[in-house]
């Protein structure tokens, strides 16, 4: 299966902080004391930009972990199995998987990871956001979120604000 042309990559969605925990707690908790080595993204080469709907990849060497956000609340973690050393082949758009193409994750590759949190969206009534999870990684003196951006994939680098529900994997 692809997504995106991306070869291997067969997203799992989940919607809620528990079942995340559930399928994928024990393995990001054990991404503590790892050393970041890139953070992945796939760059639209018409446009020249961070193609967002498609995964973000943090590779720790042994263990890359693939982030994938849509809709309002569906988040996809999987372990493994995509290779940015492969090409994309996606027939709408012309992809290509870039490191650290972004100023903010520029300074994250060589930090350690000092724990991993869940992060709960706890926005205004009626905020269509509500619930949506993001994943916080404590690269001490660095900080990456990376969240639902309403149907694609968004980062953050400062510690998450009193809206976010944090719960420390």
């Given at each position: 299966?692809?997504?995106?042309?991306?070869?291997?990559?067969?997203?799992?969605?989940?919607?809620?902080?528990?079942?995340?925990?559930?399928?994928?707690?024990?393995?990001?908790?054990?991404?503590?004391?790892?050393?970041?080595?890139?953070?992945?993204?796939?760059?639209?080469?018409?446009?020249?930009?961070?193609?967002?709907?498609?995964?973000?990849?943090?590779?720790?060497?042994?263990?890359?972990?693939?982030?994938?956000?849509?809709?309002?609340?569906?988040?996809?973690?999987?372990?493994?199995?995509?290779?940015?050393?492969?090409?994309?082949?996606?027939?709408?758009?012309?992809?290509?998987?870039?490191?650290?193409?972004?100023?903010?994750?520029?300074?994250?590759?060589?930090?350690?990871?000092?724990?991993v949190e869940l992060l709960e969206w706890?926005?205004?009534?009626?905020d269509a956001a509500t619930g949506?999870?993001?994943?916080?990684?404590?690269?001490?003196?660095?900080?990456?979120?990376?969240?639902?951006?309403?149907?694609?994939?968004?980062?953050?680098?400062?510690?998450?604000?009193?809206?976010?529900?944090?719960?420390?994997?």
């Amino acid at each position: 299966m692809t997504r995106f042309g991306i070869q291997d990559y067969d997203p799992r969605w989940a919607t809620c902080r528990r079942a995340l925990t559930a399928l994928h707690g024990a393995r990001l908790s054990a991404l503590a004391g790892l050393v970041l080595r890139h953070v992945w993204v796939v760059w639209d080469l018409d446009d020249d930009t961070w193609f967002t709907d498609a995964p973000v990849v943090l590779d720790f060497g042994a263990t890359r972990l693939a982030i994938d956000h849509q809709k309002f609340a569906d988040v996809a973690l999987t372990w493994d199995s995509v290779d940015p050393a492969r090409p994309i082949a996606d027939d709408a758009f012309q992809l290509r998987w870039r490191p650290e193409a972004l100023p903010g994750l520029a300074g994250l590759p060589g930090r350690t990871l000092h724990h991993v949190e869940l992060l709960e969206w706890t926005g205004a009534r009626g905020d269509a956001a509500t619930g949506s999870v993001a994943l916080g990684f404590d690269l001490t003196p660095a900080w990456l979120t990376v969240y639902n951006a309403m149907d694609e994939n968004g980062f953050e680098h400062t510690p998450p604000d009193a809206r976010y529900r944090r719960h420390r994997l």
